[in-house]
């Protein structure tokens, strides 16, 4: 798309000086929802925009780096200005490049004992995708539901935030680590309710863009244990009982108090036993449950309010991410026979046709792809039994135009070809 490529351009142009908190604001001069920015900018180059610029500026700062190996990580952010701290710059250099920035290769075998810097930097990018962190990360977000005085709100479509509220907690312990405030976002899966989708956030309050996970297994077990510490003696045992192998993990050496905080080392060979059987999970599922029971009822009002219904719209998905032509007209016959016929229907379909996800789509407030005077007139010119063929006729000719890469107007491709398809039938 024209716009989205001048987008890239620019940020190519000025990678060094544009902020990552503020990578949506480019959006603005084309008068684009956020939405339809974040999908088309992914559909051009499966990143999201805020991932792209971050991409951008680890390879702006490795470029540097090449040029003068002198230089620190507390000099390049300035460089490059990065917006974000010095330990998710660091972070992310790693997990780009597979080194330090200092130059240390993170090698993803067996490393010789005696190279105990190293076998560090392994063992932490190892845990960073792993299973164990996710375990920990729910644990984590468990305890939040459980504990604390916590709020819930929207943040993107099919998102919400729960922030914790409660002050003065080891969550803010230990300082470099857990300093600032737990954020956890939720993201709805329509074709699940009850599966547990969430992404940790560990930033400050009011800053939900500046994202910051800890790459480290003794920073999460170190959290979760003085948090359950802090508790009554019942949750205190819930929370506690959710990892079964706690002294088998724990190393003697390296422990230290600091006021009411205990640190623990913990042994980096042995994983954490997740036992499911805890209290934390059956109590704090209750309260998950009435998270994703918000997010239930605000889809199913969405597609009642289009005239829509969750079988048939799933039919006509998957059809589409199969390019059964014959199943996507079918689908529509079933979808355009319900209810009346709104702008905000067409122009779901229409999009679906393009790109068949529910994810960027917003439950309260619909933001339209296409031109919605447009849409309003296609539904007054054309005829309601021929629009599952309209559909289908714009399903093909998007589908061309992009697989021969042809697309070099400045205005939405979808307008211009839904636009065409309206002016032949009324020529006939």
């Known amino acids: 798309m024209a716009y989205i490529e001048e987008i890239i351009t620019y940020i190519k ?132 539901l459980l504990t604390g005085a916590y709020t819930v709100t929207n943040d993107h479509p099919l998102s919400k935030i729960v922030k914790y509220e409660m002050e003065n907690t080891c969550f803010r312990l230990p300082m470099f680590a857990f300093e600032k405030e737990v954020i956890f976002k939720v993201f709805f899966d329509r074709n699940n309710y009850e599966r547990l989708d969430l992404f940790a956030l560990f930033t400050r309050v009011d800053e939900e863009d500046y994202c910051f996970v800890p790459n480290d297994k003794d920073a999460y077990l170190n959290l979760i244990y003085n948090v359950a510490i802090k508790q009554d003696t019942a949750i205190k045992k819930k929370i506690l009982d959710c990892i079964s192998n706690w002294e088998e993990m724990a190393a003697e050496q390296d422990r230290f108090e600091f006021l009411e905080y205990k640190q623990q080392t913990y042994n980096k060979n042995i994983r954490p036993r997740i036992n499911r059987d805890a209290g934390i999970f059956e109590e704090s599922q209750r309260l998950y449950d009435s998270i994703t029971k918000e997010f239930k009822a605000e889809y199913e009002n969405l597609l009642q309010g289009m005239c829509l219904r969750e ?99 400045d205005e939405y491709l979808g307008n211009i070809i839904l636009s065409d398809i309206l002016d032949d039938f009324i020529k006939v």
């Open 13 to 144: 142009e000025n990678v060094g000086h544009i902020s990552i908190g503020e990578v949506d604001v480019l959006r603005k001069p084309y008068k684009i929802s956020i939405s339809k920015f974040k999908r088309d900018f992914k559909r051009n180059t499966e990143f999201t925009p805020r991932d792209y610029l971050i991409r951008m500026k680890i390879e702006l700062a490795r470029n540097y780096k090449l040029d003068d190996p002198t230089l620190t990580i507390k000099e390049v952010v300035s460089k490059i200005g990065w917006d974000l701290t010095e330990r998710q710059f660091a972070e992310q250099f790693k997990v780009h490049y597979e080194m330090t920035f200092g130059g240390k290769p993170i090698v993803m075998r067996n490393i010789p004992k005696w190279q105990n810097q190293e076998e560090e930097i392994f063992h932490e990018h190892e845990f960073m995708f792993s299973r164990d962190r996710n375990d920990l990360e729910e644990i984590i977000f468990r305890i939040v």
């Open 311 to 409: 079988a048939e719209l799933s039919n006509y998905l998957r059809a589409v991410e199969k390019e059964n032509e014959h199943m996507i007209k079918l689908t529509l016959e079933f979808l355009l026979g319900i209810g009346d016929l709104l702008p905000q229907k067409l122009d779901l379909l229409l999009s679906l046709a393009e790109y068949p996800s529910m994810e960027f789509v917003e439950f309260e407030d619909y933001s339209f792809s296409m031109d919605k005077t447009l849409i309003s007139k296609v539904i007054l010119e054309y005829p309601r039994e021929s629009m599952p063929q309209l559909i289908c006729d714009y399903y093909c000719a998007y589908k061309d135009i992009v697989e021969r890469d042809e697309e070099d107007s």
